[in-house]
C-alpha cells in the first residue's frame, strides 16, 4: 500500500525554528509537496521538491532524500500566523497524489 | 487576479435533499480535481477531470456526480446527502499532469452541513 507519515501535532515558540519530517511510501516518485492549511481554510501551496537536496524559499525551506524516502520542512524565525496544519504530499508513478494527514504545528508566545 | 473560486462557501442541506456545488477557474488548467476533507484528515479524492476526460476514483461512492461543461466550470452533485456527507468540499487545479506541471491550486472550498 502507499503511506505517507507525518507527526500529528507539534509545539513550537514564536521566533523559534521548527522541523516537520514527513516518510513516504509510494508506487513510484514524481515529487513532493507541501502545503499549508489553515483552520477552515483550502490548503495553500508552499514547496514542489522532485530532486535530492534543499530549496529555500524566504522562511521556509524543505528537503528531499529520495533514497531514504524523507522530506522535512523548515520553519524560521517563526509567527503566530504560522499556526496550521502542514501536509506533505508525494505525486505517484500514476500522477496520483497521496496525501499525508498533516501535522498540526502550534506555536505559543 | 488567476484563481479558482467556489461557490457557495458554506452550504446547508436536509438530508436526503439534492446539493450542487460548483466551481470555476481562471487559470486555464487542464485538470480539475474534487476533494472530500473532513475535520483532521487528508483530503481525499472523489473525481478529476483531465481536459474532458473524467476519472472516478474507485471508493468514491455512486452518490456523487460531476460535470465538467468546460475548461472554466466544473460542478459536483451529491444527489442524496447524508449525515456522513458533511465535509468541506474542495476544488483544485493544475496546469497539466506529470512533467512538474502538477502543482495543485485549490479554491477556498465549501463547507457542507447536513441536518
Known amino acids: 500500500g502507499q503511506n505517507i507519515d507525518q507527526p500529528t501535532e507539534m509545539t513550537a515558540t514564536e521566533g523559534a525554528i521548527v522541523q516537520i519530517n514527513c516518510t513516504y511510501q509510494?508506487?513510484?516518485?514524481?515529487?513532493l509537496f507541501w502545503y499549508q492549511q489553515h483552520a477552515g481554510e483550502a490548503p495553500t501551496f508552499l514547496s514542489y521538491?522532485?530532486l535530492d537536496g534543499l530549496e529555500e524559499k524566504g522562511r521556509f525551506s524543505s528537503f528531499l532524500s529520495r533514497s531514504k524516502g524523507y522530506s522535512y520542512l523548515l520553519l524560521k524565525e517563526l509567527q503566530m500566523k504560522d499556526s496550521a496544519s502542514y501536509l506533505c504530499?508525494?505525486?505517484?508513478?500514476?500522477?496520483?497524489?497521496?496525501w499525508g494527514a498533516g501535522t498540526k504545528l502550534i506555536i505559543k508566545p | 487576479d488567476a484563481m479558482v473560486i467556489q461557490n457557495p462557501r458554506y452550504q446547508v442541506t436536509q438530508f436526503g435533499k439534492p446539493v450542487t456545488l460548483s466551481c470555476s477557474q481562471t487559470?486555464?488548467?487542464?485538470?480539475m480535481y474534487w476533494y472530500q476533507q473532513k475535520s483532521s484528515q487528508a483530503p481525499k479524492l472523489l473525481f478529476h477531470?483531465?481536459?474532458?476526460?473524467?476519472?472516478n476514483e474507485a471508493d468514491t461512492p455512486d452518490n456523487f456526480q460531476s460535470r465538467r461543461p468546460n475548461t472554466s466550470f466544473c460542478f459536483l452533485d451529491i444527489r442524496s446527502p447524508g449525515l456522513g456527507d458533511a465535509a468541506m468540499y474542495l476544488c483544485?487545479?493544475?496546469?497539466?499532469?506529470?512533467?512538474?506541471?502538477?502543482?495543485?491550486?485549490f479554491g477556498p472550498g465549501t463547507r457542507l452541513t447536513v441536518l
Open positions: 483544485a487545479t493544475s496546469r497539466d499532469r506529470g512533467a512538474g506541471a502538477d502543482t495543485q491550486y
Open positions: 487559470l486555464n488548467h487542464n485538470v
Open positions: 477531470y483531465y481536459d474532458k476526460d473524467f476519472n
Open positions: 509510494t508506487s513510484g516518485f514524481n515529487g
Open positions: 521538491n522532485v
Open positions: 504530499a508525494v505525486i505517484d508513478s500514476n500522477y496520483q497524489l497521496i
